[in-house]
């Protein structure tokens, strides 16, 4: 089993609904969760950081749910732009590396 | 610069060969993590360095690969005796270090193994 999952979609959003997608991982111990967002041939841009409490960044909305092992992301109101590939990120406590997920591409459409 | 820097930002070399890749952190991060993403795949944890701890080379895919850093500056990436399969691009990413997480990426150097 991978250390962190995500549906590699893609999914295909009419401009100004919601998607939301989830992604698991396997290390109960993991502290610290990530969305990046990656654009083709670009590199990973932090997106924002997941909470326990769940938070909000404009259109943007994570949660995060210990008990079960996954986090969200929820994109209300989808803009063209928002099309790219968005990569789940997972850090132990104890360990150091950041552990990403395959990422789940997201293609909003007019 | 204000971000994470890496060079080259394009690597065309012959199968055998030696190459080096470097990355500038962003000044006063601690922490500087390798990463390779291979075409359409997602990223592979290579290393990371924090302060002047031992580095956690657990991703380094043989002992072909290895990197250094010089306290909390510049890491240099080196693959020894290029394959074919170590086509990728690697990129480079620091963070401020100990409890915060927050990692920048540098924009990448694509090696091409020919």
């Known amino acids: 089993r991978k250390e962190v999952e995500q549906d590699p979609g893609p999914f295909n959003v009419p401009e100004g609904a919601t998607v939301a997608f989830n992604c698991t991982y396997s290390?109960?111990?993991?502290?610290?969760f990530f969305w990046y967002r990656q654009d083709c041939r670009k590199e990973p841009k932090l997106l924002m950081s997941?909470?326990?409490s769940g938070n909000e960044d404009g259109r943007f909305t994570a949660q995060l749910n210990r008990a079960s092992q996954y986090i969200s992301l929820l994109i209300r109101d989808s803009k063209l732009s928002d099309s790219a590939t968005y990569l789940c990120v997972v850090n132990e406590a104890a360990g150091n590396k950041l552990t990403f997920g395959g990422g789940t591409r997201v293609l909003v459409k007019p | 610069g204000a971000g994470v820097s890496q060079s080259p930002s394009n690597k065309v070399t012959e199968k055998g060969k030696d190459v080096e890749l470097r990355c500038d952190p962003i000044?006063?991060?601690?922490?500087l993590y390798w990463y390779r993403q291979r075409l359409g795949q997602g990223l592979e944890f290579l290393i990371y360095?924090?302060?002047?701890?031992?580095?956690?080379k657990s991703g380094l895919p043989s002992d072909r690969f290895s990197a250094e850093r010089t306290g909390e500056s510049v890491s240099t990436l080196t693959i020894q005796r290029t394959q074919q399969e170590d086509s990728a691009v690697y990129l480079c990413a620091s963070s401020r270090g100990g409890g915060e997480k927050k990692a920048f990426f540098g924009q990448g150097t694509r090696l091409t193994v020919v």
């Open positions: 000044s006063g991060h601690t922490a």
């Open positions: 360095f924090q302060g002047n701890s031992a580095p956690d």
């Open positions: 290390n109960s111990a993991s502290q610290s």
């Open positions: 997941v909470y326990s």
